[in-house]
C-alpha cells in the first residue's frame, strides 16, 4: 500500500511538472513570437522612415530642379533689362515673357498645394452631374486647338451620372487628354471612353496611338514629378505633375487609376465611386 501510494504521489509530480514546462514553454513560444513581431515591425518602421527620408529628398530635389530653371530665367531677363536704358516696348515685351514663367511658377504652386490636401485626406466636393459626357465634350472643346496643332482629334464613347466633383474631373480629364494629345501619333484619333457599371462605379480612359511606355514605367506613371525618358522633350510645357493629379482626383472620389501601354496604343485613366446615380 505504501508503495502504491508512493508511486501515485511520484506520477502527481510528473504530471504537476510536464503541465509546469508545457505552459512554460507557451509562454516562452509566446514571448518569443511577440519579441519576433516587434522586431518585424521595427524593421517595417525603418524601412518605411527610410522610403519617407528618400521620397522627401527626391521631392524637395524635383521642386527645386523645376523651380529653378523658370526662377534663373526670370532673374536673368529682369537683370538684362535693368542693364540698360530700355524703351517702353521693349520693357512691355519682357514683363510679357516674366507673367509667362511666373504663370508656370504659380501652376506649379497651386498643383503642389492641392496635391497637398489632398494627401491630408480632403475629399471631393460633389455635386449630381446628369451627364459626364457633356463635361468631357467641354473639356475636349478646350483642348481642340493644340489637338489641331497635333494633327489629331477625339472621338467620346459612352455616358454616365451622379454626383462628382465635376471642377476636379475636368482638371484630371484635361491632364490625361493633354498627355494623349503630346504622344499620340500626327493623324491618328485619341479614343475617350466612360463606361459606368450596375453599382455606379465610372471608368474614365485616354486611349492615344504612339510610342509604347515600357512596362517597368507603368507602376510609377502617377508618382508626382516622375517622367518616362520620353517625356523629357516635353518638360517646358509639363511639370511632372498631372498625372498625381488624376492619382488624387481618383483617391478623392474613391477611385483608382490605371494604365495600359502595348502594341502601339496607350490607354490611361482612372474609376470613380459616384453617389446617387441612379436617384
Same mark, same amino acid.
Given at each position: 500500500?505504501?508503495?502504491?501510494?508512493?508511486?501515485?504521489?511520484?506520477?502527481?509530480?510528473?504530471?504537476?511538472?510536464?503541465?509546469?514546462?508545457?505552459?512554460?514553454?507557451?509562454?516562452?513560444?509566446?514571448?518569443?513570437?511577440?519579441?519576433?513581431?516587434?522586431?518585424?515591425?521595427?524593421?517595417?518602421?525603418?524601412?518605411?522612415?527610410?522610403?519617407?527620408?528618400?521620397?522627401?529628398?527626391?521631392?524637395?530635389?524635383?521642386?527645386?530642379?523645376?523651380?529653378?530653371?523658370?526662377?534663373?530665367?526670370?532673374?536673368?531677363?529682369?537683370?538684362?533689362?535693368?542693364?540698360?536704358?530700355?524703351?517702353?516696348?521693349?520693357?512691355?515685351?519682357?514683363?510679357?515673357?516674366?507673367?509667362?514663367?511666373?504663370?508656370?511658377? !504659380? #501652376? *506649379? +504652386?497651386?498643383?503642389? &498645394?492641392?496635391?497637398?490636401? =489632398?494627401?491630408?485626406?480632403?475629399? %471631393?466636393? $460633389?455635386?449630381? /452631374?446628369?451627364?459626364?459626357?457633356?463635361?468631357?465634350?467641354?473639356?475636349?472643346?478646350?483642348?481642340?486647338?493644340?489637338?489641331?496643332?497635333?494633327?489629331?482629334?477625339?472621338?467620346?464613347?459612352?455616358?454616365?451620372?451622379?454626383?462628382?466633383? !465635376? #471642377? *476636379? +474631373?475636368?482638371?484630371? &480629364?484635361?491632364?490625361?487628354? =493633354?498627355?494623349?494629345?503630346?504622344? %499620340?501619333? $500626327?493623324?491618328? /484619333?485619341?479614343?475617350?471612353?466612360?463606361?459606368?457599371?450596375?453599382?455606379?462605379?465610372?471608368?474614365?480612359?485616354?486611349?492615344?496611338?504612339?510610342?509604347?511606355?515600357?512596362?517597368?514605367?507603368?507602376?510609377?506613371?502617377?508618382?508626382?514629378?516622375?517622367?518616362?525618358?520620353?517625356?523629357?522633350?516635353?518638360?517646358?510645357?509639363?511639370?511632372?505633375?498631372?498625372? %498625381?493629379?488624376?492619382?488624387?482626383?481618383?483617391?478623392?472620389?474613391?477611385?483608382?487609376?490605371?494604365?495600359?501601354?502595348?502594341?502601339?496604343?496607350?490607354?490611361?485613366?482612372?474609376?470613380?465611386?459616384?453617389?446617387?446615380?441612379?436617384?
Amino acid at each position: 500500500r505504501n508503495y502504491l501510494l508512493m508511486l501515485l504521489v511520484i506520477i502527481t509530480m510528473l504530471i504537476v511538472a510536464c503541465a509546469l514546462a508545457i505552459k512554460a514553454y507557451v509562454a516562452r513560444t509566446r514571448i518569443n513570437r511577440q519579441r519576433k513581431e516587434s522586431m518585424r515591425q521595427q524593421r517595417q518602421m525603418t524601412e518605411d522612415m527610410a522610403r519617407m527620408t528618400q521620397t522627401q529628398h527626391q521631392f524637395f530635389t524635383n521642386v527645386s530642379h523645376e523651380l529653378r530653371t523658370p526662377l534663373a530665367t526670370l532673374i536673368g531677363e529682369t537683370e538684362l533689362a535693368l542693364s540698360r536704358q530700355r524703351d517702353v516696348a521693349e520693357l512691355r515685351d519682357v514683363l510679357g515673357s516674366n507673367l509667362e514663367d511666373l504663370q508656370l511658377l !504659380a #501652376g *506649379l +504652386v497651386n498643383d503642389m &498645394l492641392f496635391l497637398s490636401r =489632398a494627401d491630408r485626406g480632403e475629399r %471631393a466636393r $460633389r455635386h449630381r /452631374v446628369d451627364s459626364l459626357a457633356e463635361l468631357v465634350s467641354e473639356v475636349i472643346e478646350f483642348h481642340e486647338a493644340s489637338m489641331q496643332e497635333a494633327g489629331v482629334t477625339a472621338r467620346l464613347r459612352g455616358d454616365g451620372m451622379g454626383t462628382v466633383d !465635376a #471642377g *476636379l +474631373v475636368r482638371r484630371a &480629364l484635361s491632364n490625361l487628354l =493633354a498627355n494623349a494629345t503630346r504622344f %499620340a501619333e $500626327r493623324g491618328s /484619333v485619341i479614343e475617350i471612353d466612360i463606361k459606368q457599371d450596375a453599382d455606379g462605379r465610372i471608368c474614365l480612359s485616354v486611349s492615344n496611338t504612339g510610342p509604347v511606355i515600357p512596362p517597368e514605367h507603368l507602376p510609377r506613371l502617377f508618382d508626382r514629378f516622375y517622367r518616362v525618358d520620353g517625356a523629357r522633350e516635353h518638360r517646358d510645357h509639363n511639370h511632372g505633375l498631372g498625372l %498625381a493629379i488624376v492619382a488624387a482626383t481618383a483617391r478623392m472620389h474613391g477611385g483608382a487609376t490605371f494604365a495600359r501601354s502595348a502594341a502601339g496604343t496607350t490607354s490611361v485613366g482612372l474609376t470613380m465611386t459616384v453617389m446617387d446615380c441612379l436617384s
